[in-house]
């Protein structure tokens, strides 16, 4: 994404290989948002979301565990599976 700076979210979904795995990149991409790495362009509604890279040109993208969740065998889990796993 740094390196191409612009895209479209079907791009990065292309190669997906499940439903879970386009949620998960979308899920991802919203908290390079909130980070403020990418932005989102969209000429109307449900049109093609193009993302944009305005994060720094260098370093690593700091990536936090806030979401991570681990079953009680000490599987490390994320998202819906996670709270299914683990809820009593």
């Known amino acids: 994404m740094r390196r191409s700076r612009r895209t479209t979210f079907r791009a990065l979904v292309a190669d997906a ?4 795995v386009v949620v998960a990149r979308f899920l991802a991409l919203l908290e390079l ?3 403020g790495a990418v932005a989102f362009d969209q000429v109307e509604a449900l049109a093609e979301l193009s993302v944009r890279w305005t994060g720094s040109e260098d370093g690593d993208v700091e990536v936090d ?3 991570d969740q681990t079953s009680p065998d000490g599987v490390r889990l994320a ?3 996670a709270e299914q796993e683990v809820a009593p």
Not at 17 to 20: A, G, I, V
């Open 17 to 20: 290989s499940s439903t879970t």
């Open 33 to 35: 948002f909130r980070d």
């Open 65 to 67: 565990d806030e979401f």
């Open 79 to 81: 998202g819906r599976d």
